[in-house]
């Protein structure tokens, strides 16, 4: 076996394990590292391979490593790191074709393999050029003298020839729902709101720019301000930390909506959790799903997969005019700490303020009492709002949201924090907003009587430039954040939106195409009421089709006779002589149709002579020479044109 077919087979194991570098057990890829480094050794200096004995140790010795690493030898994981550990010792026992062949349908499956842990375009591409290289390795392999640029050719053609087909089979094949062999890496959130909330939590989730979701809006959408996406509901607080706790006595979600309603599509994220996200207050939703009672819209599943919804939201409502007395007395409750903030609260209340004053003291307390908006704020003790109150004034929204609903409740007004995000980044190149993990935010709700559950910021009362324009502006210049959120170079926003445009699509029209979006794509083109069985006829049709016209055009030589290269340069010599009016006779050779034109033109004497020798030559003679065939067109193309006055 050639040295360059084992190189091109070492460069194709290379290109198809070198991704899953990120997921493998660092000992597999240093492994496989060291098996192709070996290989490569041994091609160049020409040694022999290591003995079956060797090689069947090492086998037993992988597969042992990885039941050590995965408890098991089956599974996605287990399976493909021992697929790429067997392929890699292949390289070990390559000797003959048979055994290249066996390789390269590895590579293969190893591949698509792949996408089980991401399934981006970039992915894609890299994907695709890998494709590339074993192609032509193959073509390599079958046909071993061709230099590398026709190999290139023919691999590049023999992909073109696939695209019909794979056209036609994504668009008709079934559609399973969920990904084949478990999810993609990347449809899982590398970080999200959680269902708790202490302080911390949300200034560390705001150092991710990952993407939560994406919004459509049917009309005019609303002002930056108004945009609070209702996620988690907080109820129980132990001092540190805010739980959702158990819910008893709840009654139905009750609310009137006071405005025109806003209708929205939402591009979710997968984040394994169960809750989706809605504008206050969600009034309609189009995928199977619960609103609870405290407004939290929960779906059956956790959300694995991009999931896209129509929502229809009102702005301005009244929330639960009458609360179970369950709920009101829970949203009382107070652990046995910060006595400070207590007594803040009781001297509100002992001031004979209503309960909508005691909320606007506590509003204004927070606003001229030097407080600071601040992703790093000091630690704080046992009594965590008490020092956040009167000694550290340094937090972020967590701090103030968690404050509030600690006075509210001290105050005897019933209050809870509800979690989620605010704002969103408006994309001009694809026009829709981008919500991401850095625009997690917290809030509460304070139950007032004859109006029910009403939105209250603090943070606003800190911090308006956060809810009005965003993270960046509320933020002193020298706070951490991500490079992307501290207002970048106009061109280099550009080409981030730009790029989540392409990104989006790629999403909602690959690999979003669901059953949903297959059937009505399918109606779009006429296909009515389609079935399975209609959808498969349909897919088997297209496949036929495709594999006739592709076989008509390979046999067309079958049926017309098409000219070689040397024929169709002299034809044309011949119609540039027939505009002189001497047009060659049906039954004329070369060699005599050159006689009666010399004869007829002395000047071109030695020209139609040497054209027609270097023309017998070549189209009868035994060796076949290119360049000799492109200096044969070369001179025909500079051979004079006629026409019948000359």
């Known amino acids: 076996m050639s040295k360059p077919l084992i190189y091109a087979l070492l460069l194709t194991i290379l290109m198809v394990t070198a991704p899953h570098a990120d997921h493998l057990p660092p000992w597999v890829s240093a492994l496989c590292g060291m098996l192709l480094l070996w290989r490569a050794y041994l091609t160049y200096s020409g040694s022999a391979l290591p003995g079956r004995r060797l090689l069947m140790l090492l086998s037993i010795a992988s597969a042992g490593g990885i039941g050590l690493s995965f408890h098991t030898l089956f599974g996605r994981e287990a399976g493909v790191a021992l697929l790429i550990l067997f392929t890699t010792l292949k390289l070990m026992e390559l000797r003959a074709a048979r055994d290249a062949m066996v390789l390269i349908y590895l590579a293969c499956f190893i591949i698509i393999t792949n996408f089980f842990y991401s399934q981006s375009i970039p992915t894609a591409l890299y994907l695709f050029a890998t494709l590339m290289v074993i192609t032509t390795t193959w073509v390599q392999l079958q046909s071993p003298g061709i230099a590398l640029e026709p190999r290139l050719r023919i691999a590049a053609t023999l992909l073109l020839q696939a695209v019909p087909l794979t056209l036609i089979l994504f668009v008709l094949f079934p559609r399973v729902q969920g990904p084949l062999w478990g999810l993609p890496q990347d449809a899982f959130a590398s970080s999200g709101l959680d269902d708790k909330m202490s302080p911390g939590s949300l200034s560390r989730l705001i150092l991710s720019d990952e993407v939560a979701f994406r919004v459509n809006y049917t009309g005019k959408p609303p002002r930056r301000e108004q945009m609070y996406w209702r996620g988690p509901v907080l109820w129980n607080f132990d001092g540190s930390t805010w739980t959702p706790g158990k819910t008893a006595g709840a009654i139905a979600p009750q609310f009137t909506g006071l405005d025109q309603a806003i209708d929205y599509s939402v591009t979710l994220e997968p984040h394994n959790k169960t809750w989706l996200f809605a ?54 409750q107070l652990p046995p700490f910060n006595p400070r903030a207590r007594q803040l609260a009781s001297e509100w209340r002992a001031n004979g303020a209503n309960d909508a004053a005691v909320v606007n003291a506590a509003l204004g307390y927070f606003n001229r009492q030097g407080f600071r908006y601040t992703l790093e704020p000091p630690l704080l003790s046992i009594h965590a709002v008490d020092d956040f109150l009167f000694e550290t004034r340094q937090g972020f929204c967590e701090h103030y949201a968690s404050a509030f609903v600690f006075l509210m409740r001290a105050a005897h007004i019933p209050a809870r924090v509800v979690t989620g995000y605010q704002g969103g980044e408006f994309n001009d190149v694809g026009n829709y907003y981008i919500v991401r993990q850095s625009d997690a935010h917290a809030w509460a709700e304070v139950w007032l009587n004859e109006r029910g ?7 606003a009362a800190i911090a308006p430039a956060r809810v009005q324009r965003g993270l960046s502006a509320a933020l002193p210049d020298n706070a951490t954040l991500p490079f992307m959120a501290r207002n970048p170079p106009q061109w280099l926003l550009d080409l981030r939106l730009g790029w989540d445009t392409i990104a989006n699509r790629w999403n909602q029209w690959v690999l979003g195409y669901n059953a949903e979006r297959q059937f009505a794509f399918l109606s779009k083109l006429g296909m009515e009421s389609v079935n399975w069985q209609k959808m498969a006829l349909n897919m088997a049709a297209g496949i036929g089709l495709v594999i006739a016209l592709s076989a008509l055009f390979m046999l067309r030589h079958l049926f017309v006779r098409q000219p070689d290269k040397v024929q169709k340069a002299w034809l044309k010599l011949c119609r540039k002589l027939a505009e002189a009016g001497l047009p060659r006779a049906a039954h004329e050779g070369a060699q005599d149709y050159a006689q009666r034109v010399a004869a007829a033109r002395p000047d071109l004497a030695d020209a139609i002579r040497d054209l027609a020798a270097r023309y017998s030559a070549l189209r009868y003679g035994a060796a076949q020479d290119e360049q000799a065939q492109r200096e044969f067109a070369r001179l025909i193309q500079k051979f004079p044109s006629f026409r019948r006055n000359l």
């Not at 206050?280 to 059956?300: E, W």
């Not at 599943?301 to 009458?322: Q, W």
């Not at 559950?453 to 943070?459: G, S």
Request: aromatic content about 6%.
């Open 279 to 332: 504008l206050d207050m969600p009034d309609r939703i189009s995928v199977p799903a619960g609103l609870t009672h405290d407004f939290q819209i929960l779906a059956k599943e956790p959300v694995h997969d991009r999931l896209r919804y129509e929502v229809r939201s009102h702005l301005v409502y009244r929330a639960n005019p009458r609360e179970a007395e369950q709920q009101i007395q829970r949203a009382l």
């Open 453 to 459: 559950w009403v939105r209250i910021d603090p943070t």
